[in-house]
């Protein structure tokens, strides 16, 4: 038994030293497993940060994302493939339902091989567009690498993407040009909040079929920040999905390759962006916990309507019109290896609602406080003159960060008969007490002088004083 023991603290060992907040086990489908030479630093940086990888081809028949119900894999790796069908255990409904129970894709397209069926079935489901043409490049006639595209322009260099929106984390920013070699151009659609781009093609690129012979091309599918090299999905869920429009860049040619731009040496920066795009597509990075709501009466009116109870109580089921109430949580963010307390990027704000069928309150809550790995964020506001069931609520949905949607029921009564101020203590009320005073106080003069007032004597008939 004893080595029994030890061999399952081993294994928990092993599955807490995983890097990623949603587990460890990652599948890798690849259309030859003898191809894994190819991305063998990937994948060895994958192992080193706790990955547990598993490797399939898309015909395997033991190739399963969900059994019985639940995820087989957490995280899955598809890399291109020539056939165009990928099997039943990978069609367009298994890929959405894997990322329905919450699992994280990281897809690799190639120009060179074409991009299966199912693929494509998969990302016009979700809005984001490829060309029509299988054989369709991204091309760039200034940014190519001098050494390897000499002639076909097809290995476009690009520097590390740059965040202009300051209220956005930037987890992709670096120092250094990546090479895309013979990359697949996606355009994204306009209508979708779930969709961003992580990596844009240069302005002077565009989307070109090699085996068109024309020198002209007169309806390019995509030119400029158009044409997304790198773009990336969050489902409502928070479960990622990435297109790497060039599978190569996961390859060890190109990891840290010597390539030459306008006629200057470089080193690719591949190795570096790469680890950056999957630890955020694997969860890694950019995803928010949010802790225990607490909630309770501002404890100087608390004090007023209950002397007997000095300390608030947490989180009551019920509060008055009218109470000031204090709103407290704590937010965490996952880097790399452990919970850190989150902190907004410039320019943003976490915020509070409180509400019925619509907001009453909606209000920025501000930094109280932080531990080892949170922050505590909180306000204090009024309730409104309104009872009903309102809900505490914190909507906070951002790009490249995990969605927090939560909200805790209260009931708001009304005043109680005992709980309304008196007449005296409303000094606009004044003015009528003492009207109703005056009229008593007449009323008891008039009265008392009436029945002291001496009667009339009749005196021979008349009446006299």
């Known amino acids: 038994m004893r080595w029994f023991f030890s061999f399952l603290c081993a294994a928990l060992l092993g599955l807490s030293s995983a890097l990623s ?18 991305y063998g ?22 190739l399963a994302l969900l059994k019985f119900g639940e995820l087989a894999y957490d995280h899955l790796l598809l890399l291109p493939t020539k056939a165009k069908g990928l099997g039943p255990a990978l069609t367009a409904t298994q890929l959405l339902e894997f990322m329905k129970k919450e699992g994280n894709i990281l897809l690799a397209l190639s120009g060179d091989h074409g991009t299966p069926t199912a693929v494509q079935s998969l990302l016009l489901e979700l809005d984001i567009h490829l060309p029509s043409d299988r054989n369709s490049l991204v091309v760039d006639h200034f940014n190519y690498d001098g050494e390897s595209a000499k002639d076909k322009h097809d290995v476009v260099l690009v520097p590390f993407p740059k965040v202009v929106r300051t209220d956005v984390k930037d987890y992709f920013g670096g120092e250094g040009v990546i090479a895309v070699p013979r990359a697949v151009g996606q355009t994204l659609g306009n209508e979708s909040p779930l969709l961003a781009p992580i990596l844009r093609a240069p302005s002077t690129a565009y989307s070109y079929n090699p085996k068109d012979e024309s020198e002209i091309v007169e309806d390019p599918f995509a ?16 479960a990622r999905l990435t297109i790497l429009g060039s599978a190569e860049m996961l390859q060890d040619a190109w990891f840290e390759a010597k390539a030459s731009l306008n006629g200057k040496a470089i080193t690719t920066a591949n190795r570096d962006f790469v680890a950056k795009v999957s630890g955020w597509t694997f969860k890694e990075l950019g995803v928010l916990k949010i802790g225990k709501f607490v909630h309770y009466l501002d404890e100087g009116v608390s004090k007023k309507v209950n002397t007997s109870s000095a300390i608030p109580e947490n989180n009551p089921s019920i509060y008055r019109i009218k109470n000031d109430v204090t709103f407290q949580v704590p937010i965490s963010e996952y880097v790399s290896t452990h919970w850190t307390p989150y902190t907004p990027p410039s320019g943003d704000n976490i915020q509070l609602e409180f509400s019925m069928l619509s907001p009453f309150h909606r209000l920025n809550l501000s930094p109280l406080s932080q531990t080892a790995n949170a922050t505590l964020f909180g306000t204090t506001f009024k309730t409104p003159d309104q009872h009903g069931i309102f809900n505490f609520r914190v909507d906070y949905k951002r790009p490249f960060l995990t969605n927090i949607d939560e909200k805790r029921q209260v009931t708001v009564r009304h005043f109680a008969h005992d709980e309304w101020p008196r007449s005296w203590q409303i000094s606009g009320a004044w003015v009528w007490i003492a009207g109703i005073w005056v009229t008593v106080g007449a009323w008891v003069g ?5 029945l002291y007032s001496a009667p009339t004597e009749k005196v021979g008939g008349k009446k006299t004083q």
Not at 41 to 57: I, P
Not at 223 to 237: F, P, W, Y
């Open 21 to 38: 907040s949603s587990g460890s086990r990652l599948l890798v489908v690849l259309e030859d497993v003898a191809e894994k030479g190819s």
């Open 41 to 62: 630093g990937f994948f060895g940086d994958l192992e080193a940060r706790g990955f547990h990888l598993a490797f399939e081809t898309p015909k395997s028949p033991s």
């Open 223 to 238: 030119v400029g920040a158009q044409l997304n090299l790198v773009s990336a999905m969050q489902a409502h869920n928070s």
């Open 446 to 450: 008039f009265i008392a002088l009436w």
